[in-house]
């Protein structure tokens, strides 16, 4: 079976580095961080979730456009991704003076909840255990990993007890979702969005409780009319493409305490 580090080394990694550098002027992927965000904090407040103390974790972060907006609401956010390129733009980010303090990025292909570049769960021990969260983030990434059961296994197990994941994507209600990307970016690409009852079963396999994956809100993006409208760039020129709507789910579960 393809892992997600197969996945990534062979195209997605490569493809997100060169795209780092730009991926800040995409008015879609910002707007979709601040629905996320939106939903996210609006779900943790009907739990009853005291945030202002929680360790997050953000795996596939990019350049942190998520990360600062929950930064806020969280005591640290460890903000993890694959590609080098994402993450030197987001350490260029923390450097301005009102960036804030308390986002600390890591490259890294997260396969190991020990994984030594996590941060350890006691400072003055560096070389053990690694730290556990209260809460795990990933926004848009679900849908780039092939091997969705061994991410969510070690997604469990950087979970401290009783806490909880809370992964957003688009969904995939049927065939029209693949109309997502362009077909230029279709690389890196290993499913059209994240079928509801298929990812909750799935969580459910892997050991999460309270499970529940359901669409919370809805998008339009601006999608090629044909396949290969967009061109080699997927660069959409004046009069092109139509807009589309594409529902977004949370998927959410515990570690059991
Ligand atoms: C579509 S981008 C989304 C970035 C960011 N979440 C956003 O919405 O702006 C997907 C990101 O996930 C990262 N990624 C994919 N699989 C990953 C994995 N297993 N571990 C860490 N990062 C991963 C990629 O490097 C890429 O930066």
Same mark, same amino acid.
């Given at each position: 079976?393809?892992?997600?580090?197969?996945?990534?080394?062979?195209?997605?990694?490569?493809?997100?580095?060169?795209?780092?550098?730009?991926?800040?002027?995409?008015?879609?992927?910002?707007?979709?961080?601040?629905?996320?965000?939106k939903?996210?904090?609006?779900?943790?407040?009907?739990?009853?979730?005291?945030?202002?103390?929680?360790?997050?974790?953000?795996?596939?972060?990019?350049?942190?456009?998520?990360?600062?907006?929950?930064?806020?609401?969280?005591?640290?956010?460890?903000?993890?991704?694959?590609?080098?390129?994402?993450?030197?733009?987001?350490?260029? &980010?923390?450097?301005?003076?009102?960036?804030? &303090?308390?986002?600390?990025?890591?490259?890294?292909?997260?396969?190991?909840?020990?994984?030594?570049?996590?941060?350890?769960a006691?400072?003055? &021990?560096?070389?053990?255990?690694?730290?556990?969260?209260?809460?795990?983030?990933?926004?848009?990434?679900?849908?780039?990993?092939?091997?969705?059961?061994?991410?969510?296994?070690?997604?469990?197990?950087?979970?401290?007890?009783?806490?909880?994941?809370?992964?957003?994507?688009?969904?995939?209600?049927?065939?029209?979702?693949?109309?997502?990307?362009?077909?230029?970016?279709?690389?890196?690409?290993?499913r059209?969005?994240?079928?509801?009852?298929?990812?909750?079963?799935?969580?459910?396999?892997?050991?999460?409780?309270?499970?529940g994956?359901?669409?919370?809100?809805?998008?339009?993006?601006?999608?090629?009319?044909?396949?290969?409208?967009?061109?080699?760039?997927?660069?959409?020129?004046?009069?092109?493409?139509? &807009?589309?709507?594409?529902?977004?789910?949370v998927?959410?579960?515990?570690?059991?305490?």
């Open positions: 079976m393809a892992s997600a580090v197969s996945n990534l080394r062979a195209s997605g990694n490569e493809r997100f580095n060169k795209e780092a550098e730009s991926w800040d002027s995409r008015p879609f992927v910002k707007e979709a961080s601040r629905d996320a965000q939903v996210l904090v609006e779900k943790l407040q009907s739990l009853n979730q005291q945030t202002s103390k929680a360790q997050v974790l953000e795996i596939g972060c990019g350049t942190g456009i998520l990360s600062f907006l929950m930064a806020p609401h969280v005591e640290r956010i460890v903000a993890i991704d694959a590609a080098q390129g994402m993450i030197d733009v987001l350490e260029k &980010k923390l450097k301005a003076s009102d960036a804030p &303090k308390n986002i600390m990025p890591v490259a890294v292909l997260l396969e190991d909840p020990e994984d030594p570049q996590l941060p350890p006691d400072p003055a &021990k560096p070389d053990g255990p690694r730290q556990k969260f209260d809460l795990i983030l990933s926004h848009l990434v679900l849908h780039h990993i092939p091997d969705l059961e061994a991410v969510l296994h070690t997604m469990l197990g950087c979970l401290a007890p009783s806490g909880r994941v809370m992964l957003t994507d688009f969904e995939d209600f049927g065939s029209e979702a693949r109309r997502f990307h362009p077909e230029s970016k279709m690389d890196g690409v290993a059209h969005g994240i079928a509801a009852a298929w990812m909750a079963e799935l969580m459910e396999k892997v050991g999460f409780v309270n499970v994956v359901r669409p919370e809100w809805t998008m339009t993006k601006t999608v090629e009319k044909f396949a290969g409208e967009f061109g080699e760039k997927g660069q959409m020129q004046e009069g092109q493409g139509e &807009k589309m709507e594409f529902p977004f789910v998927c959410y579960g515990e570690r059991a305490g």
